[in-house]
């Protein structure tokens, strides 16, 4: 007597293609380790594929008797994580963290060893997140500006500005000063020049999110969490910040002056992955100089007009006092120093 046999179904083979192609695969309804042109039975197969470094994808995939079935996957890359969130790189090489929004106490406490009386301590309050210039500006960054851009000279720019050393701006405009070290900060610029550089970059990268940051998202990023002097507690040590060591802040310990700028990025950043906050050169921001309210304010951008916008950080030259979180400089915007660049910030 013959006895029938139910059929087994024709096999079907599944190949994947991974973009990375070294991509991990894994089927993940079954035991079998996936490899290439797997023989499977029909059904549904839940496909993962995955990398370090890349957003995982999963996938049901439905294979039909007899079927060879080819499966495609391009993983996105993850956004590198530093300190505050997120960072991107723009078009030019100018690398961006995302700084969260937040409330701190802005200004220095009275106790504060050498502050100044303009550092009216009071609560700010910014309500959204922005993107920060991890660096500031480099002079490899400026000279594509200044390379790709109608302002190459000084008889194209017009202004006829002189700087503090009553030097025609030309001979100063956009120079590092000691180096043409192309990952040095840019010094010798005035604040009118980084609104023109600014210009510059929102065409083109066609948008109009780049700028300054306010005084206020400076001394937010700057101070990442902490209240004290600086980001790195009660003292700012030479091998921490490029800053005159003959001068060290309060009671703590002399260094060495290197009587120039550095590369940027030398030192270890603060907690929101931000370098040289303090110190290599100070940093121009959006506002014109006004005195503090001690009231609590919301997003401040500064007096509507002034004589002086409002510079932070400290430079190469500075005493170590000069470096501190809630330090404010003031300077004509015209004004051009060797010791003196800038940072950006995106809005979203």
Not at 260 to 279: C, E, K, Q
Not at 327 to 345: A, I, K
Request: aromatic share 12%.
């Amino acid at each position: 007597m013959a006895y029938l046999t139910p059929e087994k179904p024709k096999i079907a083979r599944l190949f994947v293609n991974p973009t990375p192609s070294d991509a991990r695969i894994r089927i993940l309804n079954i035991n079998p380790v996936y490899e290439r042109g797997i023989d499977l039975e029909p059904g549904n197969y839940h496909v993962e594929v995955s990398k370090e470094g890349y957003k995982t994808e999963k996938r049901w995939v439905e294979l039909a008797a007899g079927e060879d079935r080819y499966e495609s996957f391009r993983l996105e890359k993850k956004p590198e994580i530093v300190g505050g969130g997120p960072v991107f790189t723009n078009s030019i090489g100018m690398k961006f963290v995302r700084i969260p929004a937040g409330t701190f106490m802005m200004g220095s406490p009275s106790s504060e060893q050498e502050r100044y009386l303009y550092e009216t301590q009071h609560r700010v309050t910014l309500s959204k997140p922005f993107y920060m210039q991890t660096t500031e500006v480099t002079v490899g960054q400026w000279q594509q500006f200044i390379s790709d851009s109608k302002y190459k000279t000084e008889a194209e720019r017009g202004d006829g500005a002189m700087n503090i050393y009553g030097k025609k701006k030309d001979a100063y405009w956009g120079n590092p000063y000691f180096s043409q070290s192309k990952d040095h900060p840019v010094t010798c610029v005035s604040w009118n020049d980084c609104r023109e550089f600014i210009q510059w970059l929102n065409r083109k990268e066609d948008m109009a999110k780049y700028r300054l940051p306010t005084e206020a998202e400076w001394e937010y990023a700057c101070r990442a969490g902490t209240t004290t002097p600086f980001n790195t507690g009660n003292c700012l040590s030479v091998k921490e910040a490029n800053y005159d060591g003959n001068y060290p802040y309060a009671r703590c310990s002399e260094g060495q002056f290197r009587e120039r700028t550095i590369s940027v990025a030398s030192f270890l950043p603060n907690a929101w992955g931000l370098y040289d906050m303090h110190g290599n050169v100070l940093e121009w921001c959006q506002d014109w100089f006004g005195d503090d309210s001690s009231n609590a304010v919301t997003d401040p951008s500064g007096p509507t007009s002034g004589k002086a916008r409002v510079c932070r950080g400290g430079g190469w030259e500075c005493h170590a006092s000069f470096c501190r979180s809630a330090q404010r400089t003031t300077l004509p915007p015209y004004d051009r120093l060797n010791c003196l660049g800038f940072r950006l910030v995106r809005d979203f």
